[in-house]
């Protein structure tokens, strides 16, 4: 399981780590009943502060997603797919959003945003990894 976090994007670690675990299991990288990697391990994969890792697993808790396992660790839930699925889309969508009003703010029009988002999108399809065609660790 590959994560990784960006401490310069503006979003909190603990939120990444949350989107991350989340399009992992959207995408079935990460099962209901699939033991994730305790918060130790993350952390240290990570370079995080494991209360970091731990604020994201609670979180993660909270919204029915993962649930612990006593004395095993934390384990996907049964219906977390579905669940994930819908939260990713509105994810990138509220993303999207703020992207797109930064650029009609800047004086971009529709067509030009368009044409930009293409152009990126093609460059993009073929060289970012998603959470399913990860290199293994």
């Given at each position: 399981m590959f994560f990784t976090v960006d401490p310069s994007s503006g979003v909190a670690i603990y939120?990444?780590?949350?989107?991350?675990?989340?399009?992992a299991?959207?995408?079935?990288?990460?099962r209901p009943g699939q033991l994730l990697p305790s918060v130790r391990v993350l952390s240290q994969q990570l370079t995080v502060n494991p209360n970091t890792v731990s604020r994201a697993f609670g979180e993660l808790q909270s919204e029915g997603i993962i649930e612990p396992l006593r004395g095993r660790g934390v384990i996907v839930c049964n219906g977390a797919?579905?669940?994930?699925r819908k939260q990713r889309k509105t994810i990138i969508a509220d993303r999207i959003?703020?992207?797109?009003?930064?650029a009609?703010?800047?004086g971009l029009s529709a067509d030009e945003i368009r044409a930009i988002v293409d152009?990126?999108?093609v460059t993009l399809e073929r060289t970012v990894n998603t959470v399913s065609n990860e290199a293994p660790d």
């Open positions: 939120l990444q780590i949350v989107r991350q675990i989340k399009f299991i959207a995408e079935q990288t990460l797919v579905d669940q994930c959003v703020g992207v797109l009003t930064e009609l703010h800047g152009k990126k999108l």
